[in-house]
């Protein structure tokens, strides 16, 4: 079985900074792309950014030159380096990878379980 482990969240004041992390444990033979994803109150879950495998890193535009997305392939984990931070990225934030078990013959897409990110004065 796999689990991703969300860590990280917390209040934080307009223009301040949070890091969120994300841990894959489990029967882990492999993860190809790893993302965090977010969503507000009566809002739709929505893609904050994403890193496939090899590094490659791509951001909503509401993020782009803020948060930064990265990953340790060692440590099965992924981050996002949130700067600047605004109220409007207050959101219950989800990682979300595909991963390759040793009991599976295809990468399948897993969830943490969320971490609470609020951003107010």
């Known amino acids: 079985q796999v689990q991703l482990v969300e860590s990280g969240g917390g209040l934080v004041q307009p223009g301040g900074s949070l890091s969120l992390s994300c841990a894959a444990s489990?029967?882990?033979?492999?993860?190809?792309?790893m993302r965090w994803y977010r969503q507000a109150p009566g809002k739709q879950r929505e893609l904050v950014a994403a890193?496939?495998?090899?590094?490659?890193?791509n951001y909503a535009d509401s993020v782009k030159g803020r948060f930064t997305i990265s990953r340790d392939n060692a440590k099965n984990t992924v981050y996002l380096q949130m700067n600047s931070l605004k109220p409007e990225d207050t959101a219950v934030y989800y990682c979300?990878?595909?991963?390759?078990?040793?009991?599976?013959?295809?990468?399948?897409?897993?969830w943490g379980q969320g971490t609470q990110v609020t951003v107010s004065s």
């Open positions: 979300n990878a595909d991963v390759r078990s040793y009991s599976s013959f295809s990468y399948v897409g897993y």
């Open positions: 489990g029967s882990i033979r492999g993860i190809n792309g």
């Open positions: 890193i496939t495998s090899g590094g490659t890193s």
